[in-house]
């Protein structure tokens, strides 16, 4: 009794050959893609770590000794400035906002998609022509309002104009994510007693966790990332990591390593929430492209 051998490479018919080879250049592609998008930021990370007259140099040395002379210097270990009060103001400012647009999001989205409330498409067409409007033509009203009510340089401020701002977003991404969830648990609940404050918290919330959280993460980076606002807006008091790092673009000159160095301490907590939240996140988002 014979047993048919597996075919090797060169018995594969010369279709499957030919999609073998158009699959391993699509991948060794895809590899080339995203390593080139990372080499501006593993760039940032070497420069962090060299001293300003080796990162100054043209071409840069990607021998030259390495040092953190770049993150003493950011964290006044030279006798500047503290960089702990705008990172403080920046997270205090990105977590409360995220905590707000979730808030009033969650009981908005499920208005629009389980329980939907009339013309609820033009509803959600209204929610996104709120983001056509140009960031910088609402800056002049917004600076009159907070100088006239005294909010100038205060992070409060800040919080509610990043729930403003990340609030539609939230609701178009949580439609879709709650579309999903079955009506049929949302009824045995009902029937149980519980009210609709129990229905979301118990019931909505956990099975739609992924959405949510990839919803929260989303808004998290926006806010984190948002810089004109918080240029204009504010000064010394609630200044955010974001404006703190122009600080060391000036007319004396720029001070790269140190830059790098700032930028990359900045980065690290949406790197570090993206990294806690990746298999919610990529689950979330996938529900999204999917519905």
Not at 265 to 281: E, F, M, T
Request: charged share 10%; hydrophobic share 55%; proline share 7%.
């Amino acid at each position: 009794m014979t047993t048919a051998a597996h075919p090797t490479r060169h018995q594969l018919p010369p279709a499957a050959r030919k999609a073998k080879r158009r699959s391993a250049a699509l991948g060794l592609l895809a590899w080339a893609a995203g390593i080139s998008f990372c080499l501006p930021a593993l760039w940032m990370l070497l420069t962090s770590f060299h001293s300003e007259a080796d990162a100054a140099t043209n071409p840069p040395s990607l021998a030259a000794s390495l040092t953190l002379d770049g993150y003493r210097e950011f964290f006044g270990g030279g006798g500047g400035p503290t960089p702990w009060p705008p990172l403080i103001n920046s997270l205090s400012a990105s977590a409360f906002s995220t905590v707000l647009v979730l808030v009033l999001a969650l009981p908005a989205a499920y208005a629009l998609s389980i329980r939907r409330v009339r013309k609820w498409t033009d509803v959600m067409f209204f929610f996104l022509s709120t983001k056509m409007l140009p960031v910088v033509a609402g800056l002049l009203p917004v600076y009159l309002f907070a100088k006239n009510t005294g909010m100038l340089d205060n992070v409060w401020l800040l919080v509610l104009l990043y729930t403003s701002m990340n609030l539609p977003i939230a609701v178009w991404m949580m439609q879709s994510f709650l579309s999903d969830v079955p009506v049929s648990i949302i009824e045995a609940a009902q029937v149980d007693g519980a009210r609709l404050p129990t229905v979301l918290a118990r019931v909505v919330a956990p099975v739609a966790g992924p959405g949510i959280a990839a919803t929260a993460l989303i808004c998290f980076i926006f806010s984190w990332n948002e810089l004109l606002f918080a240029r204009v807006l504010t000064g010394v008091v609630a200044q955010t990591a974001p404006v703190y790092l122009t600080g060391f673009v000036t007319s004396q000159g720029l001070f790269l390593a140190q830059l790098c160095a700032a930028s990359v301490v900045v980065s690290l907590p949406v790197l570090a929430a993206g990294y806690a939240a990746q298999d919610k996140l990529v689950q979330g988002l996938s529900l999204g492209a999917v519905k």
